[in-house]
């Protein structure tokens, strides 16, 4: 456990990362859930199976980052994505299952931040989460200093 504690904090961030899942069968959720094995609140999870869902939940939530399985049947987590970037700038990491380059290309192109392979670890797909946080954050502090100089 303080090996998982360590992976998850030192990243110098206040507070326990929340993170919104975009899936439709529960493996993602479940993967992060056996990381944080329930005892550690490093990561707050909400999830949502469809574009509706993940909407209300990104108002309710305001989560830091959302993950979101982009190869759900019937084009669910496209959709999602654009939805997303049409009303949120929250950093977006979309996870597909066994698509070549174009498709990530396609991912990005349409408001990813980042495009990993749904194999991904648990342990990894949290650090990466945490560190496109942490680029939000700085990005942020800088825009409104940069309010305060003009």
Do not use: W
């Not at 056996?34 to 707050?44: I, T, Y």
């Amino acid at each position: 456990m303080a090996e998982l504690t360590e992976a998850l904090n030192t990243d110098g961030s206040a507070g326990p990362l929340s993170a919104l899942i975009v899936e439709d069968s529960g493996e993602i959720r479940e993967g992060i859930g056996r990381v944080n094995n329930g005892k550690d609140e490093s990561c707050l999870l909400s999830e949502a199976s469809n574009e509706s869902q993940s909407m209300f939940r990104l108002g309710l939530a305001m989560p830091d980052v959302v993950i979101v399985d982009v190869t759900m049947a019937g084009h669910i987590g496209m959709n999602t994505l654009e939805r997303l970037r049409e009303v949120s700038t929250v950093p977006v990491i979309a996870l597909a299952d066994g698509e070549g380059p174009q498709a990530r290309i396609q991912y990005l192109s349409m408001g990813a931040d980042q495009c990993l392979s749904k194999d991904v670890s648990p342990r990894e797909l949290l650090a990466r989460a945490r560190a496109l946080v942490r680029r939000d954050q700085r990005r942020s502090l800088r825009s409104a200093l940069d309010g305060f100089a003009a």
